[in-house]
């Protein structure tokens, strides 16, 4: 069965301070991994995605993730957090046998405080 | 010029009625989703259509029946609702092929049963 976790219900650092959100997986094969921003009241919001090459990936508003195959983690981090960063993160992994179907974690609320 | 629009945002209705939620999509994706978010903040994957034609049906009560007009539409129409049907109904699209499309959401549906 393919499963993705995140740890940590809410993670708590100081604007300005590195920042690091985790997500580890179980899947059968090679990963395709996700992870998504949600604020209030909104969608989920893509910020960026693993398929294969570089294991470290960069996306949206300066964030970035780190694949790590042999420890089956994905976790997101950001040198430098904002204020504006505050928000509901979630990780997914894609289902491989079916590509319709991801495989959302738990979500971690990440409280940056000025 | 929103990529997936859904409507109502709010959807506030007494228990034993029904209702419709309607998501439109201008991404031209060939795949939409209706997910389901609980008061605990967990993401439940409910249907998926790819040009019309339903693909997941997951464990879903059969008061829920979608409906996709053509490939940029996917409503949902829930039939004598509970009070345990108060949730967040998030619309999605993505375009199959590679898996490596992720998901775009709409800002969601606050349907409170009362």
């Known amino acids: 069965a393919q499963s993705v976790a995140q740890p940590e219900d809410q993670v708590n650092v100081a604007e300005g301070n590195p920042l690091t959100v985790k997500c580890t997986y179980s899947v059968s094969g090679n990963p395709y991994l996700f992870w998504y921003v949600q604020y209030p009241n909104r969608g989920l919001q893509f910020l960026l995605k693993?398929?294969?090459?570089?294991?470290l990936v960069k996306g949206s508003y300066g964030f970035e993730a780190e694949f790590n195959k042999s420890q089956t983690s994905f976790h997101l981090k950001k040198p430098s957090a904002l204020v504006s960063d505050s928000a509901l993160y979630f990780c997914a992994v894609r289902d491989m046998s079916n590509f319709n179907k991801f495989y959302f974690g738990s979500g971690t609320k990440l409280n940056v405080k000025p | 010029d929103t990529a997936v629009s859904q409507t109502p945002k709010y959807l506030v209705t007494q228990m034993g009625n029904d209702k419709s939620i309607k998501c439109e999509q201008n991404?031209?994706?060939?795949?939409m989703y209706w997910y389901k978010q609980d008061s605990k903040k967990f993401l439940k994957i409910m249907f998926s259509y790819n040009n019309k034609e339903l693909i997941i049906n997951e464990t879903v009560p059969n008061r829920f029946s979608p409906k996709s007009p053509d490939k940029a539409h996917l409503n949902l129409h829930i039939n004598s609702l509970e009070l345990g049907d108060s949730a967040v109904y998030f619309c999605?699209?993505?375009?199959?092929?590679?898996?490596?499309?992720?998901?775009?959401f709409g800002n969601g549906t606050r349907l409170t049963v009362t």
């Open positions: 693993y398929i294969t090459g570089d294991n």
């Open positions: 999605a699209s993505s375009q199959a092929g590679t898996g490596i499309s992720p998901l775009h």
């Open positions: 991404l031209g994706h060939d795949t």
